[in-house]
């Protein structure tokens, strides 16, 4: 009375799609491979994702120090500039340029209105100099003047 009884025909088909009638191992190990397959996909797929975004930052990050760097190295040659202009030679040659001369000795006014040391004038230029008209950089046209042309130019009909 140990063994099963055989069943035939259409009971025997019925019985093996049942989860309980076939082995009992055979039909648990089919949902677990299943989920294992499924976890190590998703975690793939998770993983793959997780790193294309992080190259993404990557990229744009390396971007970014580019810009940065460009902009400093921008901002250093500004600096360089305004240096230059505003040094005690460039400001002392632009305003001979323009036709400035060094002033005299100063004169201060007290709090209580009294005159305190004797102005003098601002020495004269020599009179054989000449001032050149000399704008500063920033002054100066940046369009080209339109070229002239030196061909005649004849009015049709006449």
């Known amino acids: ?17 049942l989860p309980g009638a076939a082995s009992p191992g055979q039909a648990a190990r089919t949902p677990f491979v299943l989920l294992v397959v499924l976890l190590l996909g998703g975690g793939l797929i998770g993983l793959l994702v997780l790193n294309s975004a992080l ?9 970014l120090q580019k810009d940065t760097k460009a902009l ?11 240096d230059a ?7 002392q040659r632009r305003a ?15 709090p209580d209105g009294t005159v305190r040391g004797v102005p003098s004038p601002a020495a004269a230029e020599p009179a054989g100099a000449s001032r050149p008209l000399v704008l500063a950089p ?11 042309s030196t061909t005649p130019t004849t009015i049709p009909g006449r």
């Open 55 to 63: 190259s993404e930052g990557a990229f744009k990050l390396d971007d």
């Open 138 to 148: 920033e002054a100066m046209p940046t369009a080209p003047a339109p070229a002239v």
């Open 96 to 110: 001979r340029e323009l036709g400035m001369v060094p002033g005299g000795d100063p004169a201060f006014l007290a």
């Open 85 to 91: 202009y505003s040094a005690p030679q460039a400001l």
């Open 1 to 17: 009375m140990g063994s099963k009884p055989e069943l035939k025909g259409r009971a025997a088909r019925l019985a093996r799609l």
């Open 72 to 82: 400093t190295d921008e901002e250093q040659a500004l600096q360089r500039d305004v």
